[in-house]
C-alpha cells in the first residue's frame, strides 16, 4: 500500500457494513487465509469488492488482478487510523 501505508504502519480497524470506492480495507487473503490484505477499494459489485495496491506497478503486489472480487464478507473492516512507525 505504499505510499499510503509503509511497512511496519499500524492501522486502526473499523468493523462497517458496507465499503465504499476509495476505503482503505483489511481484507482475508483468498486463498491463504491465515493472511489479512490491506488494499484500497476500487469498486463494489454484486459479485464482490475489486481491492488494488496503491502501487500497481511493484512485481509482487497481490491484489483483485490477481484473485479476482472478495466477497464483503472477507473484508474484516475499513482503517480509521494510521500510526507511523
Known amino acids: 500500500m505504499e505510499p499510503a501505508l509503509h511497512e ?3 492501522v486502526l480497524v473499523e468493523s ?4 465504499a470506492v476509495g476505503d482503505v480495507v483489511v481484507a482475508i487473503h483468498p486463498t491463504r487465509r491465515q493472511l489479512r490484505l490491506v488494499k484500497r ?6 459479485e464482490g469488492v475489486i481491492v488494488m495496491s496503491d502501487n500497481r506497478a511493484e ?3 497481490t491484489d483483485s488482478r490477481t484473485f479476482g472480487p472478495v466477497p464483503l464478507s472477507d473484508i474484516e473492516g475499513r482503517v480509521s ?4 512507525r
Open 8 to 10: 511496519g504502519d499500524i
Open 16 to 19: 462497517v457494513q458496507s465499503v
Open 41 to 46: 477499494v476500487e469498486s463494489v459489485d454484486a
Open 59 to 61: 512485481m509482487n503486489a
Open 81 to 84: 487510523s494510521l500510526l507511523r
